[in-house]
């Protein structure tokens, strides 16, 4: 049974950071390609950084510089670290593997003063 849970969000102020944690469970995790995807209030879903079993990363421009995905093959687990939050990136964040085509539940970051 395959399992996403998603960990690491809250209210942060702009200019601060977070890091988001999905723990997998019930999938080949190491050869596993990983990615983050936000959806914001009105919005469609967005994918924002993804990693590929073999380490190789890709982001959007709206977070490049600024976030960075990263696993760790020993805990099945992938991070994102969040730097210099911004409002706009105020939003739900989810885990998801395309190649089992399974999302997390979700972990709500907002950012405001």
């Known amino acids: 049974q395959v399992q996403l849970v998603e960990s690491g969000g809250g209210l942060v102020q702009p200019g601060g950071s977070l890091r988001l944690s999905c723990a997998a469970s019930?999938?080949?995790?190491?050869?596993?390609?990983m990615g983050w995807y936000r959806q914001a209030p009105g919005k469609q879903r967005e994918l924002i950084a993804q990693?590929?079993?073999?380490?190789?990363?890709n982001y959007a421009d709206s977070v490049k510089g600024r976030f960075t995905i990263s696993r760790d093959n020993a805990e099945n687990t992938v991070y994102l670290q969040m730097n210099a939050l911004e409002p706009e990136d105020t939003a739900v964040y989810y885990c998801y593997t395309p190649q089992y085509n399974y999302w997390g539940q979700g972990t709500q970051v907002t950012v405001s003063s």
């Open positions: 990693i590929t079993g073999g380490g190789r990363t």
């Open positions: 019930g999938i080949f995790f190491r050869a596993a390609t």
